[in-house]
């Protein structure tokens, strides 16, 4: 099963979720199996839905929270994954950290909007 599947299946069962109980019970399910593969993934390194946005306006919420119109235009303005390579490369701290997360975070909205 693929993530955007699993969301999908979330959305659906969370219009259900208040007339019956096994719907309620697959959200619970979805949930788990979400949180789970975020902590696998930022074991590796990689960002999730459960991370947290760590600048602008949306600073503190997770990223399955920050409105996606915001998420594409962020991505739009940081398209080029090799000029976020190259910083991650060749910057000295802070602006290193600063370009891993970037690096980080590009990452995990590709996969976001090209379907898990």
């Not at 600048?55 to 398209?79: C, I, M, T």
């Amino acid at each position: 099963m693929k993530l955007a599947q699993l969301r999908a299946w979330y959305k659906d069962a969370v219009k259900y979720k208040d007339c019956h109980r096994f719907a309620a019970m697959v959200v619970e399910l979805c949930n788990e199996v979400v949180r789970l593969q975020s902590l696998a993934d930022e074991k590796h390194g990689e960002l999730s839905d459960f991370s947290l946005m760590t600048f602008g306006e949306h600073k503190g919420r997770k990223l399955a929270d920050v409105p996606e119109d915001y998420l594409r235009w962020w991505l739009s303005q940081n398209s080029d994954r090799s000029i976020i390579q190259l910083e991650v490369r060749f910057k000295s701290y802070p602006e290193k950290a600063i370009a891993v997360h970037n690096l980080r975070l590009h990452d995990y909205l590709v996969r976001r909007f090209n379907g898990g």
